[in-house]
C-alpha cells in the first residue's frame, strides 16, 4: 500500500513538474462539425465515402449541436492545445480564430490544387473567408435567407403561393390572410409568420430599404441602424409584430418556437437559410416549399456560408488537405448537397442534379441560385459574433414592444461600440 | 502476506502515526493540487494576459480595469447577491420545516422522508431543463395550475422581473440535504423536552422558536452559507440551461460572466480578474462563518460536530 | 385523546402533502415524456393516460447514443463512488485519531474548504489538465475523488467516527492492527450506514457532474449523460416532450437507486 502510495505520489509530482501527456494521442484527423441529426448525417456520408477513396488517413467526426456553442467548443479546444484539425466555421465567426493565428491559410494550396481551383467558387464565398487578402479557408455552401411556406395553409385560404417578385406590401397582406384565430377565443392559433429578432434577420430587410447595418463595409466602426433608411426598415421588421401581430408575442414564442410551430403545422411561413431542408424534408403531414425574401426598394439578400479550416497547430497539415479537397470536390460537395443542407458553393455542382434533385422539397430549389446576385455580406471582424450578440439583444427588445426603435438602434450602436474598436479586421488598413 | 507481515513490524517499531501522516499527506498533496494551487493561481493570474495558447504576459492592473469597468460586472454583481444571498436562508429555513414535520416516526415515515429527498436525487442539469417545461408559460404544469386556481400567471422565464423568481422557486425543490442534515440535528433534541413543553401547554409555534430553533441554529447557519457558496456553481448550471443570462440580462451572474470570458473570448486573465470579486464575496462569507463558529463553539467543544 | 389523535392525523395528512409537493417535478417530467409527439401540447392540467406513448424515449436515440453515454455516465460514477468512499472515509478516519487541537484545525480546513466557489477553480484547474494531459480524460472527471469529492463527505465520515466509542479501535489497536487494518476490519463495518450514505450522495454528486465533462472533455468518447441533456437542449428547444425523455433518462438511475435504498435507511433511522 506504501509503496503504491509513494509511486502515486512521484508519478504525479512527474506529471506535473514535466507536464507531460498520459492522454491517448488521437489517431488520424480529428474534424468537427455542428449541425442537428440530419447534418450530422451528412458529413458521416462524407466521411465515409472520403475513407472508401483514401483509405490510409482516417478522419474522426465530432460532433457539436448548436452552431452558437461551437465557437466556445472550439476556443476551449485550441486553448486545451488539441484543437480538432478540421473545423467547419460560419464567416461570421472564423475570424476571431484567424486573429490568433490558429488557423493555416488555405490560399496556397488552393492554387497548387489539381483538383479545385478559386475560379469554381462563387466569388462572394472566398470573398467572405479571404482573411487580410489570403483565402483563409474553403467556403462548402452559399446560402440565402428564404421564405418557407406551408402550401397546404396557402390553399386552405385561397390564396397564390408567393411570386418571384413579391414585395414586402404583399408579404405582409400574407401574412395578415395566414394570421388565424380559428375558435375566435381572442388568442391566435395560427402565425402569418416567424421569424427570429436578431442583427442577422434584419440586415436583409435594412439592405432592400438602400440602409447600412454598419457605417463602412470594408471598415467598419460603429452600426448604423439609427440612419433613416435603416431606421426605417427596422420599424417596419418591428411592426410585424407590434402593429400587424402576424408574429408570435414573446411569451408565445417562448413557449413553443416559431420553427416548431412552423413544422407543426400551425405557422405558414417562416425565414431561414437552407440549413432547414434536410430537417423540413422529413415532414410529412403537409407539402412545403421555398420562396424569396420579398423585394423592397431593392432587392437584397444576405450570405450564409460556411467552410473548412485547418487549424495551424494541425501535426498533419497534409493529409487534412486532402480531406478539405476531397470534400470540396464535385463528388464531396454533391455528397453533403444531396443531404438537403447546403446550398454547393461550386458552381458546377449547385447547378447539378446533386442540388437541385427534381422531386424533392424545395420544388422552387432554384430560387437559392436566383437570389445569389443580390447576395451581401455582414463585415468580417475578430469580435462581430459578439457585435451580433449584443445587438440582437436590443433588437429583440424593440421587436417585444419593450423601447422603441430609435432606443433599440441607440442602445445597440452604444454598446458594440467597444467591440468595434477592440475587433481586428480582415483588411488592414 | 508479506505486505502485511511488513506492515505489522513496522507496527511493532510504533510507526502508526507515521502511517497517518502518510495518509493525511496524500489528502493534503490533492487538496494543495486540485483547490488550493488552482485557487492560487487564479489569483494570481489577474495580473497576466493569458488566452491559454502563448505564454502569459504580465500586464499590471489592466485586467482589473477591464473586468470593473464593463457594464456587465456590477449588473452581474447585483444578479449573483439577488439569485444567491437571499434565497439561501428561506431554503434551510424550509428544509428545517420539513424536517421538523417528519421528525418523529409515524405511518410510512420513511417514505414520505423519502419523497421529500427525491427531487434531489435529479441532477441539477436535469432539473434545469425540466424547469424550463414546468414554468412553460402557456403550456407548463405551473402556469395550468396556476390558471385552474382563477389567477392569471406571469411568463417566468420569459419576463425579466420574474425570471429570477422562477429560478429560486426551481431551487427550493432541491433540498434534501439540508433536510437530511436537518433531520440529524434534530434527532440531538431530547424528546423529553419536547413533551414537557407540549403537557405545559406551549404551542407548535412556541415549542419551535424556543427549543427547536435554538438548538439547531448553529447547524442552520452552516448550511445557509454552504448553501450560498454551492449556489454559486448550482445556479450557474441552472441559468446556462434556462435562461442563459437572460431575458434582457436578468439572470447574468458573475459566474456566467467569469464563464463568458474565459472559456468564450479566451481571456483568462480579465477572467481571474472578475474571479477577485466572487473571492471578496466568499471572503465576506468565510468570515461570517467563522464569527460563527466561534460564538457557538463548534467543532471546538466537546460537542460532536454537527454536519 | 380526540385531541391527540387528531393531531396525528392533521400531522399526517400535512407530511402527505409535503410529500406529494416534492413528488410533484418527477410527476411532471415522466407526464410530459408520455407526450405523444407530433400532437399538439394540451392546455389541461390533467392527460388522460390513453394518449401515453413511449415514442418520444425511441426517437432519443436520433440525439444522441444514450446507451453510450449512460455505460460512460455508469462506470465513471461508480467507479468514482469507490475511490470517494476510501479516500473520505481513509482521511476522516485518520483525524480522528489525532489530537483535539489537531483535529480542530482540521476541520477548519474542511469548512474553508467548503467556502471556495467551484468556478474559482474551472478556469485554472483547466489549465493545469491540460498540463497534466487529463484534458479529454475520465481522470478529470475522477479527480475530485482523490480528495474525497467534496469536504463535506469528509466531515460527515469524521462525524460517524467520532461517534464510535474509542474503546472499539483502541481494542483493535492492542491486537496489534496498523492504521489500515482497523480502518478496513473495524472502522468501515461499524460505519456501514454512513457509507451507505457517503456512497449515495458521491454517486449523485458523479452522476449528475455537468461542468467538468463540458469543459475538461473534448471528444464524446467518455461523454457522460448530462452533456446529452445540452444537446437535446439546443437542438430540441421547443420539443418539449423529447427533452423531458432526456430528462427521465438522466434522472431515472439515480432515483431508482435512491427508492431502492430507502427501505434499507427506514430500518437505520434516517439523517444518522
Not at chain 2, 502485511?4 to 510504533?14: A, G, V, Y
Not at chain 2, 447574468?252 to 486573465?269: H, K, N, P, R, W
Not at chain 3, 494531459?133 to 467534496?150: R, T
Not at chain 3, 458523479?206 to 441533456?229: I, K, N, V
Request: proline share 6%; charged share 15%; glycine share 6%.
Amino acid at each position: 500500500m506504501k509503496l503504491f502510495i509513494r509511486r502515486l505520489i512521484g508519478s504525479v509530482l512527474v506529471f506535473f513538474f514535466t507536464g507531460c501527456s498520459i492522454a491517448a494521442q488521437p489517431t488520424g484527423l480529428r474534424f468537427m462539425v455542428f449541425g442537428d441529426p440530419a447534418e450530422y448525417r451528412a458529413y458521416k456520408e462524407l466521411v465515409d465515402a472520403f475513407r472508401a477513396s483514401q483509405p490510409e488517413i482516417r478522419i474522426e467526426l465530432t460532433h457539436v449541436p448548436s452552431a452558437s456553442d461551437y465557437r466556445t467548443r472550439l476556443a476551449t479546444e485550441f486553448a486545451a492545445g488539441n484543437p480538432p484539425d478540421i473545423t467547419l466555421m460560419n464567416y461570421r465567426r472564423y475570424a476571431s480564430f484567424a486573429a490568433k493565428g490558429m488557423l493555416e491559410p488555405l490560399g496556397a494550396y488552393l492554387d497548387t490544387s489539381q483538383t479545385i481551383a478559386a475560379e469554381d467558387f462563387y466569388p462572394i464565398t472566398l470573398q467572405a473567408f479571404s482573411w487580410q487578402n489570403e483565402v483563409m479557408c474553403i467556403p462548402q455552401n452559399i446560402s440565402s435567407l428564404v421564405v418557407y411556406y406551408n402550401r397546404d395553409l396557402f390553399d386552405q385560404a385561397g390564396l397564390a403561393y408567393p411570386g418571384d417578385d413579391w414585395d414586402w406590401g404583399d408579404f405582409l397582406q400574407v401574412a395578415q390572410a395566414l394570421t388565424l384565430d380559428s375558435d375566435g377565443d381572442g388568442r391566435i392559433e395560427q402565425y402569418g409568420l416567424g421569424v427570429e429578432a436578431s442583427l442577422f434577420r434584419l440586415a436583409p430587410f435594412v439592405w432592400q430599404n438602400e440602409g447600412v447595418i454598419v457605417n463602412d463595409p470594408a471598415f467598419p466602426t460603429r452600426l448604423t441602424l439609427a440612419r433613416p433608411p435603416s431606421l426605417d426598415a427596422f420599424q417596419w421588421f418591428v411592426d410585424l409584430r407590434l402593429v400587424h401581430g402576424v408574429v408570435p408575442d414573446r411569451v408565445e414564442e417562448a413557449a413553443l418556437d416559431s420553427e416548431s410551430r412552423f413544422l407543426n403545422g400551425e405557422t405558414a411561413m417562416f425565414l431561414n437559410s437552407r440549413r432547414g431542408v434536410p430537417t423540413y424534408r422529413e415532414i410529412t403531414r403537409f407539402q412545403w416549399d421555398v420562396a424569396p425574401l420579398p423585394m423592397g426598394k431593392v432587392r437584397a439578400d444576405i450570405l450564409h456560408s460556411d467552410a473548412y479550416c485547418l487549424a495551424s497547430s494541425s501535426e498533419n497539415k497534409e493529409a487534412a488537405w486532402r480531406f478539405i479537397e476531397f470534400a470540396n470536390s464535385f463528388e464531396g460537395q454533391s455528397i453533403v448537397a444531396k443531404s438537403g443542407r447546403t446550398v454547393p458553393s461550386l458552381i458546377q455542382v449547385a447547378q447539378s442534379q446533386a442540388f437541385l434533385e427534381p422531386g424533392k422539397a424545395p420544388q422552387r430549389a432554384r430560387v437559392f441560385l436566383e437570389t445569389i446576385p443580390y447576395l451581401n455580406l455582414v463585415p468580417v471582424i475578430s469580435t462581430w459574433e459578439e457585435i451580433e450578440r449584443t445587438a440582437s439583444l436590443e433588437i429583440e427588445r424593440a421587436f417585444y414592444g419593450d423601447i422603441s426603435v430609435e432606443e433599440a438602434a441607440n442602445f445597440a450602436f452604444l454598446r458594440t461600440e467597444e467591440y468595434f474598436l477592440i475587433g481586428i479586421y480582415s483588411i488592414e488598413r | 502476506m508479506p505486505f502485511f507481515r511488513n506492515l505489522r513490524q513496522k507496527i511493532k517499531r510504533n510507526s502508526q502515526q507515521s502511517s497517518i501522516s502518510l495518509i493525511l499527506g496524500v489528502y493534503l498533496l490533492g487538496v494543495s493540487l486540485l483547490v488550493f494551487l488552482p485557487a492560487a493561481w487564479s489569483f494570481g493570474l489577474a495580473f497576466f494576459q493569458f488566452d491559454g495558447l502563448t505564454p502569459p504576459r504580465w500586464n499590471g492592473g489592466v485586467n482589473f480595469i477591464l473586468a470593473y469597468s464593463d457594464q456587465l460586472f456590477s449588473l452581474s454583481v447585483r444578479n449573483s447577491l439577488a439569485l444567491i444571498i437571499l434565497p439561501a436562508p428561506v431554503r434551510v429555513l424550509g428544509a428545517l420545516l420539513a424536517a421538523r414535520l417528519m421528525q418523529r416516526r409515524g405511518r410510512w415515515i420513511g417514505w414520505l422522508r423519502s419523497a421529500v429527498f427525491l427531487p434531489s436525487a435529479i441532477p441539477v442539469a436535469a432539473m434545469a431543463a425540466a424547469g424550463l417545461w414546468i414554468f412553460n408559460p402557456l403550456y407548463g404544469p405551473v402556469n395550468l395550475l396556476l390558471q385552474q386556481l382563477g389567477l392569471s400567471p406571469p411568463a417566468w422565464f420569459v419576463e425579466p422581473l420574474w425570471a429570477k423568481p422562477a429560478l429560486i422557486l426551481l431551487s427550493f425543490w432541491s433540498i434534501g440535504e439540508g433536510f437530511l442534515v436537518c433531520l440529524a440535528a434534530l434527532q440531538d433534541i431530547p424528546s423529553e423536552i419536547d413533551e414537557a413543553a407540549r403537557v405545559d401547554g406551549a404551542g407548535l409555534g412556541r415549542i419551535f422558536v424556543s427549543i427547536t430553533l435554538p438548538v439547531v441554529a448553529p447547524t442552520l447557519a452552516l448550511l445557509a452559507f454552504r448553501d450560498m457558496i454551492l449556489s454559486f456553481h448550482n445556479s450557474f448550471i441552472a441559468i446556462f440551461f434556462t435562461t442563459a443570462g437572460g431575458p434582457y440580462y436578468a439572470t447574468f451572474t458573475v459566474t456566467q460572466l467569469i464563464y463568458e470570458q474565459a472559456f468564450d473570448l479566451l481571456s483568462f486573465g480579465t477572467a481571474s480578474a472578475t474571479l477577485w470579486a466572487l473571492y471578496t464575496l466568499s471572503g465576506l462569507l468565510v468570515i461570517g462563518l467563522y464569527v460563527i463558529i466561534r460564538t457557538w463553539n463548534i467543532g471546538i467543544t466537546d460537542e460532536p460536530f454537527i454536519l | 385523546m380526540s385531541h391527540s389523535s387528531f393531531r396525528i392525523a392533521l400531522r399526517f395528512a400535512g407530511r402527505l402533502l409535503t410529500a406529494f409537493f416534492f413528488s410533484l417535478p418527477a410527476i411532471w417530467i415522466i407526464a410530459a415524456a408520455l407526450h405523444p409527439p407530433g400532437t399538439p401540447l394540451p392546455r389541461t392540467l390533467w392527460v388522460a393516460p390513453d394518449h401515453a406513448s413511449l415514442e418520444n424515449f425511441a426517437r432519443l436515440g436520433e440525439y444522441f447514443a444514450w446507451a453510450r453515454l449512460g455505460f460512460n455516465s455508469l462506470w465513471i460514477s461508480l467507479v468514482g463512488v469507490g475511490l470517494t468512499i476510501v479516500s473520505a472515509s481513509l482521511v476522516g478516519f485518520c483525524v480522528s485519531l489525532l489530537s483535539r487541537r489537531s483535529q480542530q484545525g482540521w476541520v477548519i480546513l474542511w469548512l474553508a474548504l467548503l467556502m471556495i466557489p467551484e468556478i474559482a477553480l474551472w478556469p485554472t484547474r483547466f489549465v493545469l489538465f491540460k498540463n497534466l494531459g487529463w484534458i479529454d480524460s475520465p481522470l478529470a472527471l475522477l479527480a475530485p475523488a482523490w480528495i474525497g469529492a467534496s469536504p463535506f463527505f469528509i466531515l460527515i465520515y469524521y462525524r460517524a467516527f467520532r461517534r464510535t466509542p474509542r474503546e472499539i479501535f483502541d481494542s483493535a489497536r492492542i491486537d496489534g492492527a496498523g492504521i489500515l487494518q482497523s480502518w478496513l476490519l473495524v472502522a468501515l463495518p461499524v460505519t456501514a450506514p454512513t457509507g451507505m450514505g457517503i456512497g449515495l450522495l458521491s454517486f449523485l454528486f458523479f452522476w449528475g457532474d455537468f461542468t467538468s465533462p463540458m469543459l475538461y472533455l473534448t471528444s464524446e468518447r467518455f461523454a457522460t449523460l448530462p452533456l446529452a441533456l445540452q444537446t437535446l437542449q439546443q437542438l430540441a428547444r421547443s420539443d418539449w416532450s423529447l427533452m423531458m425523455a432526456g430528462v427521465t433518462i438522466v434522472m431515472f438511475i439515480p432515483m431508482a437507486l435512491f427508492i431502492a435504498l430507502t427501505p434499507y435507511f427506514n430500518r437505520r433511522s434516517w439523517g444518522q
